[in-house]
């Protein structure tokens, strides 16, 4: 079972179809058996070939991902919507699970020629990148402490108490920047709502202000 979700973890972070061979390669496993575990898979519609012989994520996932704090999927797909069109920019939800930032759902602008693919189930440590750094001004210290032990907040955690945003460029994807809000969510793990775009005629201030606006109606929607 471990090596079937590491499987599904693999393709998740590559976010592209691989090969029997490259998936072989990164669990350090022969190919006989990662494709014995991917007919397994497969037969459970978790992985699906493209017609090159790729493999890629199935839709069964996406099934299964919507049903992960589903309430709040439904109040933030119409902000995440606003603020991909307004802005121009991929726009996502992402959620601390462990020690890492999972983005949750995203949705790219409607009318551009080409977007960033931000795909759910993409993963990252929380220490790096926009999402983890929003992620981590919501945990108190001793949360922090019994995730994190003796390992120090970024310091750009000061920055989120200041203004309320926090810009990092290529920490996670290389040449991308990304923008990011905490959203404090009754009953949901630490989320960040943010943005991921390669440039912007925007400043960092606007793309920010515009993120708290989205944040802060999210927010709203929970305490009515």
């Known amino acids: 079972m471990s090596r079937g979700i590491n499987i599904l973890e ?15 390669a990164a669990l350090g496993v022969h190919r006989s058996v990662a494709y014995r575990i991917l007919r397994t898979l497969e037969d459970h519609n978790l992985v699906a070939r493209d017609p090159s012989g790729g493999v890629r994520l199935g839709a069964r996932l996406a099934e299964l991902s919507q049903a992960v704090s589903r309430e709040l999927q439904v109040a933030a797909l119409p ?3 606003a603020v991909a069109n307004d802005l121009t920019m991929t726009a996502f939800l992402a959620v601390m699970e ?22 759910p189930g993409s993963r990252h440590p929380v220490t790096h990148g ?3 750094i929003a992620i981590q001004s919501l ?12 390992e120090p907040r970024r310091p750009d955690v000061e920055k989120i108490t200041t203004i309320g945003y926090v810009t990092t460029r290529g920490e996670v ?12 969510i009754p009953g949901e793990m630490p989320t960040a709502l943010a943005v991921v ?21 999210i927010e709203s929607a929970f305490s009515q």
């Open 139 to 150: 945990l108190d210290e001793t949360q922090w402490k019994a995730a994190f032990h003796d």
């Open 10 to 24: 693999v393709l998740a972070t590559a976010g592209r179809p691989l090969s029997i061979a490259q998936l072989a």
């Open 197 to 217: 775009y390669v440039e912007s005629e925007l400043s960092e201030d606007q793309i920010g202000q515009r993120l708290l606006i989205a944040a802060q109606r």
């Open 173 to 184: 994807i290389r040449g991308m920047a990304a923008t990011a809000v905490p959203l404090s």
């Open 98 to 119: 462990g020690k890492e930032s999972v983005i949750l759902t995203s949705i790219e602008p409607r009318h551009q020629a080409a977007t960033i693919v931000y795909r």
């Open 79 to 81: 902000e995440l919507t």
């Open 130 to 132: 926009a999402p983890g």
